[in-house]
Each structure stands twice: as structure tokens, then as C-alpha cells.
């Protein structure tokens, strides 16, 4: 591994000069830490850049502006490794937007590289094994100490070689255009951010197939768990845990939920025990008809006909064919359920990048006539 050397930014004047410094770049390797495994709102803690073969750290939880920042940051050609969580916080953050994007686990995809994670990647290619001693640590804490801040510089010391090694070989297989469309379409998707909660969102899991009794009491039950998780600041998940709302609801609906309560780790009785034994008993005894239901949604159609079912199986075979001859997992060319709506419709090309329309089109114009 490389001599790990990096600048940690916690004041107005670095944050102006390295906007000066970023200012004079065109492309850089970007990261981000957050805090979404220890507290109940994300927040955007750390920023991670290297370019001209420097590292810096950019404190974003300090009283900085960074409103230049943001914007420099927008004007530049961005190198990261799974860049839709951050994007995504960026976008929420700042209303952030990239130009232009290099994601190496988009480009690693279309290689047909099983293991995808940045980790394994600079293992394969470079023989570099990152740690990984402060991967879930707590971004938030403030100082960070000095293994939090190696971890992350690390993030980034190695994705221009990383990037120069994948393209390399993307470039042998004249497959830019395909990255250059996932990358365009990953800034895109991020422009949403994160979705905020809403009477649906309580519909976890396997809830969809809970009867309407199991349903009312997984309501009450996240709605208590998101009620304790905000006010102790913690992960939802962390309070309990998505398997143990569903167990807990299908128990509901059989009439025995006392019994499955009982089989929880003995810490959750200790702690939740009131509070989580209320709400099995709100849902025991909702009124059903209060439960939020899904929006009927007017374009729904029935199942597949048989001719539809029949070019359904058609289209997943020439996919899978195709996915074989080019050694990449066939949900890239089209994902199940474009695949399915392929079959009601294959001029239905909504959800396709240009790319994956070329591969499938010899099949699905074989297909017209069905």
C-alpha cells in the first residue's frame, strides 16, 4: 500500500483554498461519510477528494460555507465507486448535481467482476488490502480519530489507478458508450435524493402478503418503532429490526403473538417491553378499516396471458443468451420486470438505456407479431 498522507479541512480559509485548488482541475476522486448507522436522520458528515495526487478532508459537520464549494465541485468530472448513496446525499444536502461521472463498480458490472465492492476490486488489480477497522464507525463524532481519518482517505488514494484499469479494459471490449449511459442515468436517479416517509411507507418486506389483520398491526408497529427510533436518535433498525415486525404482525393475524414476543432476544423484552407489547395490542384491536391502502393504480393490468407469458420466457432466454455470450449478469440487460413488461407490450421500451434496446431488439422485433 501506498504512504497514506492526507489535509483535514475544518476551517473558512482551507475551504477557500481548496476551492482555488479544485478550481484549476478537471476531473477528482470523490467519497463521502455519513452517519446513518448511529443516528435516526443521515447526515452528510465527511468528504473525501483526491486529485493532482493529494488527499483532502473535507469536514462538513464544522461551520464552513460551502456554498463554493458545491459549486466548483459541479463544474468537475467526478471518479467514485458506488456513487448513488452519495449522490443521492449530496443531492439532499446542497441540491447538488454532477456533470459527469466514472463509477468502477458500474464499470466492474459491465466487465462481468463478481465482486464489485471497492475493497475487493484494488485486491484483484492492485493486490491492496484496505482495512476495515472503522467502516461502520460513527462518522458524526467529533474528533475523528486518527484510524477514522487514514480509513478514509483510503476511500479514495487509489481510484484514478482503479479507474484507469477498469476503463482500460471497458475500452478493449467497446463498451464505453454502455458505461458512459449507466453513469448518465445514475446522476439522473440521484437528482430524487432519498424518499421521505409517508402513510405508505410503512409497508415493509413481506407486508403485502400479510392478511389485513397482520397488516394493521405492522402499522402500529412502525409506527411505534419510528416514534422511539427519533426520539432516542437511532437507526430504525436498530430499535428492531424488520424480520421482527413482520414475525411479530404474522403472529398477530394467527392470534399468538404473546408467544413470539417471548421468543425475541431477551435485551428487546427488557428494554421495549411496554411500549412494543401497546402496540401489538393497538393492532390487535385496530379498526381494519383505518389502515392505509395502497392507491388503486389505473393503469394496472391482469396477469400475463398465455401468448404474453410465452414471449415472456422468449425474451428472458435471448437475454440470458446474450448476458452469456458477453459474460454480465442478464438483470443488466433488462431487469425482471422489464422483462415482464416487455411481454405486454415490446414496444414498450420504458426503463431501457439505448444499449440495452440494441441487444434486445433482434428478439423483441421477432416478437411483434406475437
Known amino acids: 500500500m501506498e504512504e497514506i498522507s492526507y489535509e483535514f479541512i475544518d476551517t473558512q480559509e482551507g475551504v477557500d483554498k481548496l476551492c482555488l485548488l479544485l ?25 473525501q477528494l483526491r486529485f493532482d495526487k493529494k488527499t483532502y478532508l473535507l469536514d462538513v459537520l464544522a461551520d464552513l460555507n460551502l456554498d463554493e464549494f458545491w459549486k466548483t465541485l459541479g463544474q468537475k468530472h467526478l ?42 476490486l484494488l485486491e484483484e488489480f492492485f493486490d491492496i488490502k ?31 489507478q ?16 454502455w458505461l458512459r449511459q449507466r453513469c448518465e442515468y445514475q446522476i439522473q436517479t440521484a437528482l430524487s435524493g432519498f424518499p421521505d416517509n409517508d402513510k405508505h411507507s410503512w ?13 394493521a398491526a405492522l402499522y402500529e408497529l412502525w409506527h411505534w418503532r419510528e416514534s422511539l427510533a427519533s426520539r432516542l436518535d437511532r437507526p430504525p433498525f436498530k430499535v428492531l429490526g424488520n ?7 404474522e403472529a398477530t393475524s ?59 420466457e422468449s425474451i428472458k432466454l435471448y437475454r440470458n443468451k446474450r448476458a452469456d455470450e458477453l459474460s454480465i449478469d442478464p438483470t443488466l440487460i433488462a431487469t425482471r420486470s ?22 434486445l431488439m433482434p428478439c423483441l422485433n421477432g416478437n411483434l407479431s406475437s
Open 243 to 249: 424480520d421482527f415486525l413482520i414475525s411479530l404482525s
Open 254 to 312: 394467527e392470534g399468538n403473538w404473546e408467544y413470539v414476543f417471548e421468543s425475541l432476544p431477551i435485551g428487546i423484552r427488557r428494554r421495549k417491553r411496554q411500549g412494543l407489547v401497546d402496540a401489538l395490542k393497538r393492532g390487535e384491536t385496530r379498526d381494519l378499516g383505518t389502515v392505509p391502502r395502497r392507491p388503486q393504480r389505473v393503469d394496472t393490468k391482469g396477469p400475463l396471458s398465455q401468448a404474453e407469458l410465452d414471449r415472456q
Open 79 to 120: 471518479i467514485m465507486h458506488g456513487s448513488d448513496f452519495d449522490l443521492r446525499l449530496f443531492r439532499d444536502f446542497s441540491n447538488f448535481k454532477a456533470a459527469s461521472l466514472f463509477d468502477s463498480m458500474l464499470a466492474s458490472q459491465l466487465l462481468g467482476i463478481k465482486r464489485i465492492g471497492l475493497a475487493a
Open 23 to 47: 478550481a484549476k482541475e478537471d476531473e477528482l476522486a470523490l467519497d463521502s461519510e455519513a452517519d446513518n448507522l448511529h443516528h435516526y436522520d443521515t447526515r452528510l458528515c465527511l468528504v
Open 338 to 359: 422489464i422483462v415482464a413488461q416487455l411481454a405486454r407490450d415490446p414496444k414498450n421500451l420504458d426503463g431501457l438505456l439505448e444499449w440495452q434496446k440494441e441487444l
Open 162 to 177: 482503479l479507474r484507469d484499469s477498469l476503463l482500460g479494459k471497458i475500452k478493449e471490449l467497446g463498451r464505453e458508450d
Open 130 to 160: 484496505l482495512p476495515k477497522d472503522s467502516q461502520k464507525s460513527d462518522w458524526s463524532q467529533r474528533p475523528l480519530t486518527e484510524k477514522m481519518l487514514r480509513y478514509a482517505a483510503n476511500d479514495v488514494q487509489y481510484l484514478f
Open 203 to 215: 409497508r415493509i418486506g413481506k407486508s403485502d402478503k400479510l392478511d389485513a389483520r397482520g397488516q
